[in-house]
């Protein structure tokens, strides 16, 4: 399973770092966008036809607990990664409420909202985040199928992932597929339960679907990569200034 | 050596007039959008107003507090020195349907929602940056930072830009927009024409 996760992943690397064609149609940092912009499409159109039904009944049908509970226990399963991710980046403080988020839900099993019950704050770190504190840019933006937006520093990092998280590693090679395959599912259920109204004004308010994502994707990535410095912070902002610096000046 | 002394006090005196006077900024700015929020949470929760009067007054507090003419610039980038006068025109007032159409629903459904202030920061050139938490109360441990873009103008503020959780919608917006455009060649009309479908979707759908 590993194997071909990893030539996945190196494929879609390699068809995007090799793409030059770049049109007026798309963009310098997305050169795949005619191929980005289809599979979005069809992405969309899977959310729209399974994905979103699924999760309305999912709300509708589960108990709020139940709910919190399998989006607990599926953050708990990260734990591993996210641990080492913080060490890595040099973020021991965070490491040490990882460590204890890990070992406290391990008796909850999900049961618990450590943040609510014992204010532990987890955040969760992935290996794409972390390749970004050392400075790897982003790379071309990608959209993959049924995975949704990325980019080639993140794929990397996501499949990075997949081998740091020792949960990967217990059982068959048979039952490991089934979990993977499940886990997936859940998470990808219990985020389009969690954002349910916000994907749903998205698509509803925007002119260019596909635009108005891969900007609010690219921008989470960066306040998310900057968190150590303070999550949101103005200098967020300031981006602005950098972005056309000389238009502003027109506008005053 | 009395000359030192006192050109040291000099520039002492400079300094701290420069950062009270600063200070006094960021407060006033902090008061500005606190302000804000109380008028706006107060409107919401005024049920004796239809929804129609609460959009309406929903969209005179919106224009008070933001510069929409100078986001509205700002979003759409380059393309608007190349526009034509009537183009401009036109622009700036689907612009201003397209917040009213968006964001007072938006406003509308989100009535338990709460701003609260919790800082300010000065940034480089005329910016002010207020820090603040949205709060839900159906999800306590869900709180949204929310910092504030503004700009001093008069004696007051206007905002130019909100950054939630990190997302700019100022460069949000002029991201998608100008992915409108470039798409299409370059053409303003092509934006101006996404605008009108975009406003007739949303007039149907509310």
Redesign the interface.
């Known amino acids: 399973m590993y194997k071909k996760t990893l030539c996945f992943y190196l494929i879609v690397c390699a068809i995007s770092l090799a793409s030059c064609n770049t049109t ?2 798309t ?1 310098n940092s997305d050169p795949l966008e005619l191929l980005n912009r289809k599979i979005f499409r069809a992405n969309d159109t899977i959310d729209q036809a399974v994905l979103r039904p699924v999760s309305l009944f999912y709300r509708g049908s589960t108990p709020q607990l139940l709910q919190n509970d399998i989006e607990n226990f599926l953050q708990w399963l990260d734990t591993p990664n996210a641990l080492v991710n913080n060490l890595l980046q040099g973020n021991f403080n965070q490491a040490e409420t990882t460590l204890k988020y890990f070992f406290l839900q391990s008796f909850h099993l999900g049961h618990v ?1 450590l ?2 019950t014992y204010g532990i704050n987890f955040q969760n770190e992935d290996f794409g985040q972390t390749l970004g504190s050392f400075g790897v840019q982003p790379g071309p933006y990608l959209v993959l199928p049924l995975l949704g937006p990325t980019n080639v520093r993140d794929s990397i990092g996501r499949a990075i992932d997949v081998f740091l998280n020792p949960f990967n590693y217990v059982g068959t090679e048979g039952s490991r597929t089934i979990f993977s395959a499940t886990r997936g599912s859940f998470e990808a259920l219990t985020f389009r339960t969690k954002y349910s109204s916000q994907i749903d ?1 998205l698509r ?5 679907y ?3 994502v ?3 994707y690219n ?2 990535r ?3 990569i900057n968190n150590k410095m303070t ?4 200098e ?6 950098a ?2 610096d000389q ?2 000046k ?2 005053d | 050596m009395v000359k030192f002394v006192t050109a040291i006090f000099g520039v002492l005196i400079i300094v701290t007039s420069v950062l009270a006077a600063d200070n006094k900024l960021g407060k006033q700015a902090q008061d500005f959008i606190g302000s804000l929020s109380n008028q706006v949470a107060t409107l919401n929760q005024d049920r004796s107003i239809d929804t129609t009067t609460r959009r309406q007054k929903f969209m005179q507090l919106v224009e008070t507090g933001f510069d929409l003419p100078w986001i509205a610039k700002f979003v759409v980038g380059r393309p608007w020195r190349t526009a034509t006068t009537n183009q401009q025109k036109e622009y700036l007032e689907l612009f201003k349907n397209l917040v009213e159409l968006t964001y007072s629903k938006r406003f509308i459904e989100y009535a338990q929602q709460k701003i609260l202030v919790s800082g300010y920061k000065l940034g480089k050139r005329k910016f002010i940056f207020v820090e603040s938490k949205l709060t839900d109360p159906k999800k306590p441990k869900g709180d949204i930072n929310v910092v504030w873009r503004l700009v001093p103008k008069g004696n007051s503020f206007k905002i130019v830009d909100v950054v939630i959780a990190g997302i700019s919608m100022a460069i949000t917006q002029r991201n998608e927009y100008s992915a409108v455009i470039r798409r299409n060649n370059g053409r303003f009309d092509a934006l101006l024409d996404a605008m009108r479908t975009q406003i007739t979707k949303l007039r149907n759908n509310s």
């Not at chain 1, 509803?204 to 260019?208: G, L, P, R, V």
């Not at chain 1, 967020?236 to 200034?241: A, L, R, V």
């Open positions: 007026r149609l963009s909202d943040n609510i004004e509803e308010n925007s002119i260019d596909y635009a108005r891969k900007t609010i921008q989470r960066n306040a998310s999550e949101n912070s103005p967020t902002t300031e981006s602005i200034d972005f056309d238009f502003l027109l506008l």
